[in-house]
């Protein structure tokens, strides 16, 4: 059984005129965050209240670096070079270590967002270009990916510091990958049941896919989404739950009182 674990959440995905998200409650309940770099999502104003407030929590802060797709949220798989890929890697997460540098703070880790997560999951070339961006420009940073992912093998590959992720309100295929978003059992809306899958992953080290099968799946790190009410009393179910299992919650590479 699984003695600690990390709850992180995707945060600072405002932009201009629009509201998204719930930031504000959801870091009362999660370990480390995920803040949008400005591509899929975010802003320089964003940004640099995303640090602040986490900061203000102890919550460990990471990169949240997207394909450069605003209108479509990072979310739609596009066509790039493994070039490309380092190189607005490398350019997003040095936005976010500039706001933390002005506030004397460290960036944790870097967790690629949507479409660009995906396809690094299966991909062994784009997952490369990824995992020596991180190294590149953030060698201390932790890389999270996908449990059981390409990403997090050229992570390793590569020498930096990985943390494999579950997320909670997702279902899996056989194969181990997210169900896409396209297909309509993608996203678990019953607490119950997704509370259920990150139990069995924590206590047991595996998770029912779809079709039935039980597959070996080990998590450091749990994404929860914050985008609703629902969403954030999910995380806070989720949260009791794991402390009343006498799992500590902390952000991977953290100590306690650190």
Avoid: W
């Amino acid at each position: 059984m699984t003695k600690r674990i990390d709850l992180n959440s995707d945060l600072g995905e405002s932009f201009g005129a629009y509201t998204i998200g719930r930031d504000a409650e959801v870091l009362e309940l999660i370990t480390s965050c995920n803040v949008a770099c400005g591509y899929h999502a975010g802003d320089h104003n964003v940004m640099a209240a995303t640090v602040e407030a986490a900061l203000a929590t102890n919550t460990a802060i990471g990169a949240h670096p997207g394909l450069p797709d605003l209108i479509g949220f990072g979310r739609r798989v596009m066509q790039t070079t493994p070039e490309d890929v380092y190189n607005f890697m490398v350019y997003q997460i040095g936005a976010l270590q500039a706001f933390l540098n002005v506030q004397g703070a460290t960036l944790h880790h870097v967790k690629p967002h949507g479409a660009l997560y995906n396809m690094a999951a299966k991909d062994a070339e784009l997952a490369a270009s990824i995992a020596a961006a991180v190294k590149a420009a953030a060698p201390g940073a932790v890389l999270y990916g996908l449990a059981g992912s390409e990403l997090v093998a050229a992570g390793r590959a590569h020498g930096v510091s990985t943390a494999t992720e579950m997320f909670a309100d997702r279902r899996y295929t056989a194969e181990g990958i997210l169900v896409p978003r396209t297909e309509a059992n993608a996203v678990i809306h019953d607490t119950s049941e997704a509370v259920q899958q990150v139990m069995q992953v924590v206590k047991h080290g595996t998770l029912t896919a779809v079709d039935g099968s039980q597959i070996a799946l080990h998590a450091d790190t749990i994404c929860v989404h914050g985008d609703s009410e629902e969403a954030v009393a999910f995380a806070a179910n989720l949260r009791r739950e794991l402390e009343a299992q006498g799992i500590t919650l902390l952000a991977p590479g953290k100590e306690l009182n650190a």
